[in-house]
């Protein structure tokens, strides 16, 4: 069974820094979707980024992007410029090709402070 | 103009109750999905429909049924409430395939007294 891990439950970071968010994933298959949804005190889950398992270009979304690096089964996120709109909880979720089931970590609560 | 969108966004009901979820999506996806949030804020999937035909089926008591009346809505019936049923349920759609992306709803927040 495919498992998500985040290591880090709570962060914070000084408005306009950078920060990077842990994740790691456990499986065997080899072709698999990776996504990073932020969960602001609204409680809409909006999705931040989307990985192809197969590209090894690491995806990037304006002041977001990722480091994927597929053999050692990770997958953070670095904000950078971080902005006080960025504060909310930040869920990792893996899904595996055959699948249409997001499985997804525990979350990291993000703080970025004035 | 939202995309996913559920009624109701709150809903406060007794033990034993019988309550409904309703879910709408006008992104012309043809799946559409059922995600449970606890009280640790972790997320778990119940249920998924692709053009009205049940593909995924977690393990859910069956107080939960879903129903589907066509692609662009999917509701969640919920009977006999219970004290831990209380969450937040998203509702959320995708275009079939794998690895297509899945877009939320902002969630009913259920809470059982």
């Known amino acids: 069974a495919q498992t998500v891990t985040q290591s880090q439950p709570e962060m914070s970071v000084q408005e306009a820094e950078t920060v990077t968010l842990s994740c790691t994933y456990d499986t065997s298959e080899n072709n698999y979707y990776l996504f990073w949804y932020k969960q602001p005190p609204s409680r809409q889950m909006i999705l931040v980024i989307r990985q192809e398992a197969y590209k090894q270009q690491n995806a990037t979304e304006n002041r977001f992007s990722v480091n994927f690096q597929k053999a050692a089964k990770s997958f953070s996120l670095k904000i950078s410029d971080s902005q006080l709109g960025d504060t909310a909880m930040y869920f990792c979720?893996?899904?595996?090709?055959?699948?249409?089931?997001?499985?997804f970590g525990s979350g990291t609560r993000l703080l970025v402070r004035p | 103009d939202t995309a996913v969108s559920q009624t109701p966004k709150y809903l406060v009901t007794q033990m034993g109750n019988d309550k409904s979820i309703k879910c709408e999506q006008n992104l012309g996806h043809d799946t559409m999905y059922w995600y449970k949030q606890d009280s640790k804020k972790f997320l778990k999937i119940m249920f998924s429909?692709?053009?009205?035909?049940?593909?995924i089926n977690e393990t859910v008591p069956n107080r939960f049924s879903p129903k589907s009346p066509d692609k662009a809505h999917l509701n969640l019936h919920i009977n006999s409430l219970e004290l831990g049923d209380s969450a937040v349920y998203f509702c959320a759609s995708s275009q079939y395939g794998h690895g297509n992306t899945i877009y939320f709803g902002e969630g009913s927040w259920l809470t059982v007294v």
């Open positions: 979720a893996f899904m595996k090709d055959s699948s249409y089931k997001l499985i």
């Open positions: 429909y692709n053009n009205k035909e049940l593909i």
